[in-house]
């Protein structure tokens, strides 16, 4: 195990928690009952009563390589939850996720100052990020 490793607190539905979110990453697996992984980053659950909810204060980061993969975690996660912006969705459990195209790093940390502002704006708006939409802004003249 790593040194840190998530660990999310449900009511009474960690083993379902799981179950759903393996049931949409790819390269995910159920180690036992109560440790699931996605791509190598394990995450422990436990179910300890309504006494602990989830707040966006806590998101998991999710980088993707596509739009495809964009859309699809989009989707997937929020069934039963919600959409917000910036590439943010709240799944049917409560637990917050950033869906965002490791492409938005290297636009956001660009040398140039007048292009990163250029992407920030453009996220700002969006609620599901698009990938051509920052490209556009990042590469305009």
Excluded: H
């Amino acid at each position: 195990m790593k040194k840190v490793t998530p660990f999310l607190m449900f009511d009474n539905n960690a083993e379902e928690a799981m179950e759903f979110y393996v049931s949409i990453f790819k390269n995910s697996k159920i180690i036992d009952n109560g440790t699931f992984e996605i791509d190598g980053q394990q995450l422990l659950v436990f179910n300890g009563g309504p006494y602990f909810k989830f707040s966006e204060g806590i998101s998991l980061f999710i980088n993707c390589d596509t739009q495809q993969e964009v859309d699809e975690l989009w989707e997937k996660l929020s069934v039963g939850g919600g959409k917000s912006q910036c590439g943010w969705v709240k799944d049917k459990f409560g637990v917050s996720w950033q869906v965002v195209p490791s492409v938005l790093r290297k636009m956001l940390n660009d040398p140039d100052p007048v292009k990163s502002k250029r992407v920030m704006d453009v996220m700002l708006k969006m609620n599901k990020i698009i990938i051509k939409d920052l490209e556009k802004a990042y590469n305009q003249k």
